[in-house]
């Protein structure tokens, strides 16, 4: 195929049928526009002629051509010239082609889809140029123009001259559309003739305004350069602006607000965003919408939103409510059983793709979450048990934040496994609690971490930004922390006013009119309103429900008194325009719109079907209104939810009820919904357990309310009844009811790990007893709302409040009931840094309880209740722990966790009242009842039996009591804590390193999977020091970091201190220069230096004296051993560096090789007796694990032999120490032994010995990872010219070895 090109006239091109046949397009606009069919193409092939018409017109005005000669213009003076497709065979040059039939031969053979290429002009060549000066004006010029173009569109017909409607119809007196009295005129006769030759009103419009000087439209003038626009915008837009709408469009009333308008350039931003992939790096996108109230946020969403949902996303949409942060994770959990809902349609739909990929999502969450952590998940995602009908829910489990955090995560990446993009948006953000900001942000950025998935995931997030909170500010922060490593992509995107050019749009769009007809309206309406979007939106809905816009059937459009517009008074803001609109509401919408803002911006279908029986529902009930509310852009309605079009709205509406009767409505509300529950019963003189009881939720079979969820009715009752206050009753039997609604909701939400909203019914309670508290009928709810209220503090991290209703207990009931309250006072004060207070209190309560505790903690006090425990214990038959643990009451369980709290705040700070403390909890424990809550004072008696009394099988015992009392218990945040302490401290002496390290991994895993974020971290940094010093590839351990320390910071700065010098460590004998641990502290710490002095003046010994264990690590594997004894000897002068574990192991060893080094280099025999205290503790560690302890062992003992110049026990001892390190994968210290062997041949001159022991030390350093300690070692000794040989790379590393 080739292109051809003719040239004709327009006069020819119109006479012939190619107008009605053939599309054409613009040349410039290589993919047209698509094309009708029938009589609509010759419509919208005579616009675009019409168009290029005017343009070669407009061309030749501009070049001078006097109004004469344009006037006496005719269509065959404008030459077109058009391209077409052809066969090679009949491809023509570029000729003028002047014959009908011949053009009309060549549209019926040959390519349809024809160009217009341009537009020029033809002169006769006899043509007469008027000497005249010039006469005429441009209305002349525009009736020549408009009289061409009616040739275009009406070729054969002529124009009705008025002599001819003798009878004046056409221009009889009609009353204008404005009320401004009656006139005759002309252009009714000519616009009136248009349309009844079937012309489209917009042309008919044109015409007759270019003909009749402007008469039916609102511009006293109408240019060359408006109809220019008029005929791009029918060319462009031709369903909009060309073709006539139907009858509805007319007979309906004309809504704005509804469709999408302006942010051209913000929606295209947000659309590539979302769907263009970031190819080799996909990341999170993160996008952030912000603006003013009104701006039009939720608009520019939801455009994208309907996009990216036609285009295979499953799309999730949340909004926050304003005044009910407290149920702010309802919404967040509520969005992802949203998801989990979406995937059973799917699993319910019948098409074979959806199905597949329902069961292979419930495939990747039963993979990734186990049946504990699923039946938990129920509380929170209802429909995994439609998806995954195996899975059961169980009662009694509750869950934590940070295990909410780990099971969301884990549910949304399994989701996002299954290569189906997920679309997210969560709207007014400003209005979620900070708890709920820190779910979102860790949910997302463990998405971050997920290489595949984060690029499935686009989240968006809508605020206001003049209500930005520091929470808030914190949450941009962490997404944007991740991003620097291509994990995530953060755009923010700010919704200014909009401009003149998007309200014209908006009301070209809405009232199907050109830009020219509507230019004066948008310019006072966009003036009028500053650019605020729904202002602008309720100003023009205001304009139409007053008839100031209204339909014209003469002119027909829609049609305004500029004047009128002009002058008009309106409201100064869009919160007074919105009372005002409200004004104009008949009574039973207001009443309908009152009740539904009671529940904020939305409230559920079903839940106002339940109320259609209310005594105050409006007259016909709800369901009469909400038609006309919706058509009036009042409400949304979707198929669960009615929602207010915007929460300006709601808030106007709710703020106009009078106090009094506001408060009354709430009531009423409550009241009506509690008959459909057991909250309606009478508990004023009941017991609180017997009310409990009988408060039962109903099961929903007396009302045939099923489809509504009862805990769900109990929470919204409860809402609505505190909305009315407490203030608003003076009934003392009313006040405690409504406590007793709040208490049982609020022991419904905590056991959903809503502990906002939990909080807020405790605290709601403990309001309305506020004249009547700790009363006798009173004081059982009392106790149980304060309770309540300190363990959602707890759960949530604020522990300023604690002691408010803690000390409230504390002074109104006895010793036992206040256990409870007490445990969560001393945990609220070491949270708080108060450990000295929190020790002296808890020791204080326990001595209340019969405690034997010396008030002076010496060493033969700490040794003398070591030994009565151990005396106690022989008495205690320890076969029996299993049944002896479910016969254990609740105050015993009570102590034993206040011991477990007192016992954290003396671990802090290392006082000497912990072992003190827990063999006294040990024996209390032995006389009242052993159960997994003591296994925590059993593990630290154990351990100071090791440390103190050096008697390992004692140790062991008491483990095994503790070990044996833990695998029987649940999984949950104590016997998790406790886990942690028995392998830290305890089983570490007994196993193989590498047990160890599996044993924190599964720690680590259990802490997440409960939320014992803290124990989940802390294990987690066990598991990278176990693994360092266990030879594990230092890139590796160095990426594991880097991945773990920012999320460590969050819940434990003091973890992340001291595994950012870990990080330090390793990254040094890596030899990675550009690594920076501490830059996670956003500053604050740049270098060890600065985190060692930052510690001491805090007085934070851990860190202090982990710095400068640091520095002995560093300094003995680079060979300065210098300042690895000074670091050394500052370790050992704090109390905690003697204490057993793993620091001591390695720090012991080490300072043994230092010592006997230091005694060969003449540094004196003091060193040489160093090393043998150091030899013999090592020795006396050997035979709890050989594994672990041997080669170590016997690497001291080479040491000790070349110190005492015993040759050759000295080599067989080297020798072995490098077998037994190779046996159990040690590769670091096969390396050192390997080293300390070369440097004794060397010292004794076995020079080619001495180099063979250096290479293969260099290997095996190497293969750890320490570049940088091999680099030394090769420049130490020259290796480069050595001449001595590589043993074998072999490794045999055993598992379980405890010979």
Same mark, same amino acid.
């Given at each position: ?6 040239s004709?006239s327009? *006069?020819?091109l119109?006479?012939?049928e ?7 397009s613009f040349?410039?606009?290589p993919s ?9 193409l010759?419509?919208?092939n005579?616009?675009?002629l ?20 344009l006037?006496?213009l005719?269509?065959d003076?404008?030459? !077109?010239?058009?391209?077409?497709s ?13 014959s009908v039939d011949?053009?009309n031969a060549?549209?019926?053979t040959?390519?349809n ?17 008027s ?9 002349t010029?525009?009736q ?5 173009l009616h ?5 054969k ?7 001819q ?5 056409l221009?009889?007196e009609?009353?204008t559309?404005?009320?401004?009295g ?9 616009f ?17 305004d270019l !003909?009749?000087g402007? @008469?039916?439209?609102d511009h ?7 109809v220019?626009?008029?005929?791009e915008?029918?060319?462009s ?5 060309l ?15 509804q ?14 965003i979302?769907t263009?992939t970031?190819?080799g790096?996909p990341?999170?996108e ?8 009104g701006?039009g ?5 939801d455009? $994208?939103?309907?996009?990216?949902s036609n285009i295979g996303?499953?799309?999730?949409? @949340?909004?926050?409510k ?5 149920s702010s994770?309802?919404i967040?959990?509520t ?9 059973v ?13 329902s069961?292979?999502?419930a495939?990747?969450?039963t993979? @990734?979450?186990?049946e504990?952590?699923l039946?938990?998940?129920v509380d929170?995602?209802p429909?995994?048990?439609s998806l995954?009908?195996?899975v059961?829910?169980?009662?009694g489990?509750g ?12 549910l /949304?990446?399994?989701?996002?496994s299954?290569?189906?993009k997920?679309?997210m948006?969560?709207?007014?953000l400003?209005w979620?609690d900070p ?7 860790e949910?997302? %950025?463990? %998405?971050?971490h ?5 690029g ?8 206001r930004?003049?209500e930005?909170?520091?929470? /808030?500010?914190s949450?941009?922060k962490?997404?944007?922390t ?17 401009? /003149?050019?998007?309200?014209t ?15 004066g309206?948008a310019?006072v $309406?966009?003036k009028?309103?500053?650019?605020? @979007?729904l202002?602008a939106?309720?100003l023009l ?7 100031i ?5 003469m002119?027909h459009?829609?049609?305004?008194d500029q004047?009128k517009?002009?002058?008009l008074?309106t409201?100064?803001s869009?919160?007074?325009l ?9 009574m039973e919408? !207001? ?7 009671c ?5 559920q279908s ?12 409006p007259?016909g009930g ?8 919706v058509n009036?852009?009042i ?10 079009a915007h ?5 106007q509406?709710?703020e106009?009820i009078p106090?009094?009767e506001r408060?009354q ?6 009241t009506?919904?509690s008959?459909?529950?057991s ?6 003189n009941?017991?609180i ?19 509504i969820d ?6 919204t009752?409860?809402s609505?009844?505190?909305n009315?206050g407490?203030?608003f ?6 006040l ?5 609604w709040n208490l049982?909701?609020?022991?419904d939400?905590?056991?959903k790990?809503s ?6 019914f ?9 004249n ?6 009173t004081?059982e709810?009392?106790l149980k709302?304060?309770?309540g ?5 707890s ?5 300023g409040?604690?002691?408010t ?14 256990l409870v ?7 609220s004060?070491?949270?708080?840094g ?5 020790i002296?209190r808890?020791l204080a309560?326990?001595r ?9 903690p010496?060493?033969m ?15 205690y ?6 049944e ?11 102590v034993m ?5 007192t016992s ?9 009242f912990?072992p003190l403390?827990n ?10 009842g052993v ?6 004072a ?5 351990y100071?039996e090791?440390f103190?009394? *050096? ?5 062991r015992k008491?483990g095994n009591?503790?070990?044996t009392?833990l695998?029987?218990?649940?999984l949950?945040?104590a016997t998790t804590?406790?886990r942690?302490k028995?392998y830290?401290? $305890? ?6 390193l ?6 924190m991994?599964d720690?680590?895993?259990?802490g997440?999977k ?7 971290d802390?294990a ?8 360092f010093?266990g030879?594990?590839q ?5 990426q594991?970091l ?17 595994s950012?010098?870990d ?14 641990p501490?830059?996670?502290f956003?500053?604050?710490?740049g270098?060890?230096q600065?985190?060692l ?8 010994n851990?860190?202090v004296?982990?710095?400068h264990?640091h ?6 594997w680079?060979d300065?051993y ?29 300072r043994?090789?230092?010592a006997?080094?230091l005694?060969r280099q003449g ?6 007796d ?6 013999d503790?090592v020795?006396?560690?050997v ?12 690497l001291l003992?080479a040491e ?5 110049c ?9 020798e ?22 070369g440097?004794?041949?060397?010292s %004794?001159v ?10 293969n030390?260099?290997?095996?350093y ?7 300690k091999a ?21 045999s590393?055993?598992h379980k070895r405890?010979?």
């Open positions: 195929m080739s292109v051809s090109t003719i004709l327009v *006069q020819t119109i006479e012939s190619c107008l009605s046949t053939n599309a054409l040349a410039q606009d047209g526009q698509p094309q009708p069919n029938g009589s609509p010759r419509i919208l005579a616009v675009k019409s168009l290029m018409l005017t343009k070669a017109f407009s061309q030749c005005k501009n070049d001078g051509k006097s109004n004469h000669e006037g006496s005719g269509l003076n404008f030459i !077109i010239k058009v391209q077409y052809v066969d090679q065979s009949r491809a023509r040059g570029d000729q003028l082609l002047s011949e053009l060549i549209a019926s040959d390519d889809q024809w160009k217009l290429v341009d537009m020029g002009m033809k002169y006769s060549d006899n043509a007469e140029i000497s005249e000066s010039e006469e005429g004006t441009s209305g010029i525009l020549s123009l408009g009289n061409l040739a275009i569109f009406s070729p017909d002529a124009l009705v001259p008025e002599a409607d003798p009878n004046g119809f221009g009889e009609i009353e559309a404005q009320g401004g009656k006139r005759r005129s002309a252009n009714k006769s000519l009136h003739q248009l349309i009844q030759k079937g012309l489209p009103i917009s042309v008919c419009r044109l015409l007759s !003909i009749d402007g @008469a039916n439209s006293s003038e109408i240019s060359v350069d408006h220019i626009q008029d005929l915008q029918m060319t837009l031709p369903d909009l602006f073709y006539d709408p139907d009858d509805e469009f007319f007979a309906s009333t004309i809504h704005f607000g469709k999408f308008y302006g942010r051209l350039n913000e929606l295209a931003k947000l659309l590539e979302t263009v970031n190819v790096q990341g999170l993160t996008i952030f919408v912000s603006g003013l109230p701006s946020k939720t608009h520019l969403v455009a $994208v939103r309907n996009f990216v996303f499953m799309v999730l949409t @949340a909004k926050f304003r005044g009910m942060e407290y994770k309802e967040v959990t969005l992802m059983d949203e998801m989990v809902s979406n995937i349609r799917m699993k319910e739909s019948g098409n074979d793709a959806d199905v597949d990929y069961r292979r999502v495939r990747a969450i993979g @990734a979450l186990d504990v952590s039946s938990t998940l929170f995602v429909n995994i048990q995954i009908p195996q059961t829910k169980k009662e489990l869950c934590t934040h940070w295990q909410l955090i780990f099971l969301l995560s884990k /949304l990446r399994s989701v996002l299954q290569e189906r997920i679309f948006a969560l709207d007014d400003q979620a708890s709920t900001l820190g779910l979102i942000s949910v997302l %950025i463990s %998405i971050c997920c290489p595949e998935e984060r499935r995931l686009v989240f968006v997030g809508m605020y930004d003049n930005v909170s520091d929470d /808030l500010i949450f941009f962490s997404l944007v991740v991003e620097g490593g291509n994990n995530a992509y953060v755009t923010n995107v700010e919704l200014s006013s909009l401009s /003149l050019d998007d309200v749009k908006m009301i070209m769009s809405e009232l199907r009119l050109t830009r020219r007809m509507v230019s309206l310019d $309406v966009h009028r309103s500053h650019g605020h @979007a202002f939106v309720q809905n205001s304009l139409v429900s007053d008839s816009i209204a339909y014209s059937p002119l459009r829609f049609h305004w004047n517009i002009s002058t008074k409201a100064d869009v919160a007074c919105i009372v005002f609109n409200l004004t104009l509401l008949s919408e !207001i009443q309908c719109l009152r009740i539904i803002s529940f904020g911006i939305q409230v079903d839940l106002l079907e339940l109320l259609e029986d209310f005594k105050l529902a007259q709800f369901k009469s209104c909400l038609h006309d509310l009036q852009g409400i949304e309605v979707d198929s669960t939810l009615i929602v207010f929460d300006l709205i709601q808030e509406v709710y106009g106090l009094k408060r409505l709430h009531c009423d509300i409550a009506f919904l008959s459909r529950t909250l309606d019963f009478n508990s004023a009941e017991r357990d017997t009310v409990m009881s009988q408060l039962g939720l109903s099961d929903g079979t007396d009302s045939g309310d099923s489809s009862t805990s769900s009715l109990i929470s009752a409860t609505q009844i505190n009315a407490p203030e009753f003076s009934d003392k039997a009313q405690i009811r409504f406590a007793s049982l909701a609020g022991k939400a905590a056991e790990s502990f906002k909203a939990a909080l807020h405790y605290k709601n309670g403990v309001a309305f007893l506020a009547h508290l700790w009363l006798k009928d004081s709810l009392c709302l304060h309770e209220a300190t363990f959602s503090l759960a949530l991290g604020e522990n409040p604690i002691p209703y803690a000390n409230a207990i504390l002074n109104n009931v006895n010793l036992d009931d206040s309250a007490e445990y969560y006072l001393i945990g004060l070491t949270a708080s108060k450990c000295k207070e929190a002296a808890g309560v326990l209340r309880l019969n405690f034997d505790i010396a008030a002076t010496n060493p006090a700490i040794m003398q209740a070591i030994q009565q425990a151990e005396k106690e214990s022989s008495m038959n320890f076969s029996q722990l299993s002896d643990q479910k016969r254990v009451d609740t105050k015993t369980r009570n966790k206040l011991v477990e709290a954290a705040s003396c671990y802090l700070v290392a006082s000497p912990l403390l063999a006294a909890a040990v024996r209390y424990s032995l006389q009242n159960c997994e809550d003591s296994a925590s059993f593990t630290i008696f154990a100071f090791i103190l009394t *050096q008697s390992f099988e004692s140790g008491w009591v503790a070990k009392l695998e029987d218990a649940a949950c945040p804590r406790a942690l028995f830290t401290f $305890v089983n570490f002496w007994f196993v193989p590498k047990e160890s390290i599996k044993h991994e720690v680590e895993d259990m997440y409960v939320g014992e974020i803290e124990s989940a802390m987690q940094m066990h598991r990278y020091k176990y693994s010093f030879g594990e230092l890139s590796l351990l160095s594991a880097d991945n773990s320390l920012r999320s460590m910071a969050k819940s434990s700065v003091v973890l992340a201190k001291m950012a010098l990080k330090d460590l390793i990254d040094t004998l890596g030899g990675v220069k550009s690594s920076n501490y830059a996670i956003d500053g604050e710490i270098n060890r600065i985190l002095n930052d510690a001491q003046s805090k007085g934070l851990n860190i004296e982990a710095a264990l520095n002995v690590f560093l300094s003995f680079m300065d210098e300042e690895a004894v000074k670091s050394s000897d500052i370790a050992m002068s704090f109390p905690s560096a003697k204490m057993p574990g793993v620091k001591l192991v390695y720090h012991i060893f080490y043994g090789i230092i006997y080094q005694h540094k004196g025999e003091k060193w040489l160093e090393g043998n205290k150091m030899l503790q020795e006396t560690w035979k709890n694990s050989k594994p672990l302890f041997e080669n170590k062992l016997v003992k000790q032999d070349a110190s005492m015993n040759f050759l026990p000295a080599k067989e001892s080297y072995l120490s490098i077998k037994l390190a190779r046996d159990n994968g040690y590769i670091n210290e096969q390396g050192l032994a390997y080293e300390r062997m440097k004794y041949l060397m %004794i076995e020079v080619p010995e001495a180099e063979s022991c250096f290479l030390a260099h290997r095996c190497l293969q750890w990872g320490a570049k940088a680099d030394k070692l090769w420049e130490d000794w020259n290796l480069g010219s050595s001449t001595g040989r590589l043993e074998p790379c072999t490794t590393i055993k405890n010979e």
